[in-house]
């Protein structure tokens, strides 16, 4: 009996020790799958405000993007582009970013509700991506206007110098012979064979298209310059040969200073015909004072006295002055009450 005792109390501590060890690990096991469940929503907790501040990150970016690309918007028309399709895919990528802007939030979001907050990262997590996809697809429209800006502005450029290449090329043909200086000719030429050279360059910038269209233009001044000099100088050379033309000529047909000759007068009963000469005229009577006539003739000299020749003639006559001279040349003279021309 002793022996079945002591057996009896063996066995029944071992079953007590047993249950107290399947207790405490059932517990331990409660304990973990707490344990573990807190441990997994707060971690999930914690990248989810981890994610909602690079969402906040992004958006802000996406803000700072749309309005670059407004402000390119407003700053550039139709015709400043050569491929208008751009300005259209832009403002339609501006409507989608717009569309986008913010940070979406969740109250659902509980700290110790594992599957809410796996939910609202989700959420913020894809918000993020339509952001960065935004601000890409904004950035990409927004080089494409540049591009076309920029292509417009080449294209204007190629257009003017060439332009400026038929004007002088034009003015070279035609200003040959007429310039001062021909050595603008011949650095005109030069500049348009390097205008020529640029304008066929695909790569050629607006830099460099100006600059050739400058030069070009300079090169065209200084022919135009020389020609206007020319032309003024020859002006004032045609001016100077009329001018001395016109003295000749004055000179030429002044008032005779020799004398006068050929003159007819008409008289009373008769004519007088023949020559005077201030210095020694002469004259001889061959007519009657009523019908005669009186013709040149020979003086010895001395001084003339017109009172006995009109006695002599009769009819009378005047001598021949300055004052009975005509423009014409020819001589009036005057008569008295007995029609004599004293």
């Known amino acids: 009996m002793a022996e079945e005792e002591k057996i009896l109390n063996v066995s029944e501590k071992s079953g007590k020790k047993r249950t107290v060890i399947l207790a405490a690990v059932a517990a331990i096991v409660v304990l973990a799958g707490v344990g573990g469940y807190a441990y997994a929503s707060n971690s ?20 700072k993007k749309i309005a670059e690309a407004q402000s390119l918007v407003k700053a ?28 979406p939030t969740s109250s659902h979001a509980a700290k110790w509700n594992l599957w809410s907050v796996s939910k609202a990262k989700a959420i913020v997590s894809n918000d993020m991506t339509e952001a960065d996809d ?25 257009d003017a110098l060439d332009k400026t290449i038929t ?16 050595k603008t000719r011949e650095s005109l030429k030069t500049a348009i064979d390097n205008a020529k050279k640029t304008s066929s360059d695909k790569k050629a910038d607006v830099k460099s298209l100006t600059a050739a269209n400058d030069t070009l233009s300079k090169a065209v001044k200084a022919v135009n310059d020389s020609k206007n000099a020319k032309a003024q100088a020859d002006a004032q050379k045609q001016a100077q040969e009329q001018a001395q033309q016109a003295q000749a000529q ?9 004398g006068y000759s050929g003159y007819a007068y ?16 002469s004259y001889s009577n061959t007519g009657s004072p009523s019908g005669g006539s ?10 003339w006295d017109w009172k006995n020749a009109k006695d002599s003639v009769g009819g009378g006559f005047s ?6 001279i005509n423009p014409d040349g020819s001589a009036t003279g005057g008569g008295d009450s007995h029609g004599n021309m004293w």
Not at 294 to 303: D, P, Q
Not at 319 to 324: E, G, V
């Open 44 to 63: 999930a907790y914690d990248s989810y405000e981890s994610r909602v501040e690079s969402a906040k990150e992004s958006d802000s970016k996406l803000v």
């Open 76 to 103: 550039t028309k139709e015709t400043d582009v050569l491929d208008k399709t751009t300005l259209t895919s832009l403002n339609e990528s501006l409507k989608v970013g717009e569309s986008r802007k913010g940070v």
């Open 134 to 158: 935004s601000i890409n697809a904004i950035g990409k429209a927004m080089g494409k206007v540049e591009a076309s800006k920029t292509a417009k502005q080449v294209k204007d450029a190629k």
């Open 167 to 182: 004007d002088a090329e034009n003015l070279y043909k035609d200003s040959e012979g007429k310039v001062q200086d021909n």
């Open 250 to 258: 004055a000179q030429s047909v002044g008032t005779p200073s020799g």
């Open 266 to 281: 008409p008289n009373v009963g008769g004519s007088y015909s023949g020559r005077a000469s201030q210095s020694a005229p």
């Open 294 to 303: 009186v013709s040149g003739g020979t003086s010895t000299g001395g001084t």
């Open 319 to 324: 001598p021949i002055t300055k004052d009975n």
